[in-house]
């Protein structure tokens, strides 16, 4: 009996936990088709038509413009980069400035195959061939990472939901249950400057 009921609690346990597993983070890149205040439909940058629910106290920002010669010794960044195959260079994909609160360290991306996202503070800046090198370090290490000419650059500036506006690009950060998708944050374009993420 004590093992019988010892089972059925751990089955019970289960399935109380199967919700919070069957949900999944994952993010949204397109452009903005129409947002009713709650709602956001978004084609995507694949050709996939999405609708996101938008919590009425999700983190909104907008997008500002930011260059290399903002970037400063000491800042903090993260910087999406790809490995170039014939050399092993990391290619920055992305760059923008992060929160001193952000997580350092390299994890894997869904901007582009085999993408890493990279969070850590510009230690050195120096001219290379074909574009910039920074350092970064994130702690438990160093990466050297190339920025080019097509690097996309931006950075988040305070936002609201009115500025989910039709054809604007947008970054959506959302949790997936089922079907439904929950907005924990997005950044929108403004005055031409995309989100770069």
């Known amino acids: 009996m004590i093992i019988s009921r ?3 609690g ?3 346990l289960g399935l109380a936990a199967t919700p919070a597993f069957a949900q999944q983070a994952k993010n949204i890149r397109g452009t903005i088709d129409a947002f009713d205040g709650s709602v956001l ?5 694949e050709g996939a038509k999405v609708a996101i ?3 009425a106290d999700v983190r909104v920002s907008t997008s500002k413009p930011f260059s290399l010669s903002d970037v400063t010794t000491g800042m903090k960044l993260g910087v999406t ?3 170039r195959p014939t050399d092993g260079a990391q290619i920055a ?9 952000a997580r350092d360290g390299l994890s894997p991306h869904d901007l582009k195959p085999g993408s890493t996202m990279n969070n850590g503070y510009v230690e050195a800046t120096v001219g290379a061939t074909g574009g910039t090198e920074i350092t970064l370090d994130y702690k438990s290490g160093k990466v050297k990472v190339l920025i080019v000419p097509e690097t996309a650059m931006a950075q988040a500036a305070p936002g609201a939901l009115a500025d989910l506006k039709a054809g604007e690009a947008v970054f959506v950060a959302v949790t997936q249950d089922g079907e439904k998708m929950t907005a924990t944050r997005a950044q929108v374009s ?3 400057v995309k989100p770069p993420m």
């Not at 760059?95 to 001193?100: K, R």
Request: charged share 15%.
């Open 81 to 83: 980069t790809v490995t």
């Open 10 to 12: 751990l089955v019970l």
């Open 190 to 192: 403004k005055d031409g």
């Open 6 to 8: 010892a089972f059925t």
């Open 53 to 55: 629910s938008m919590p």
């Open 93 to 101: 994909l992305e760059i923008h400035p992060i929160s001193a609160t």
């Open 41 to 45: 439909k978004v084609t995507t940058y």
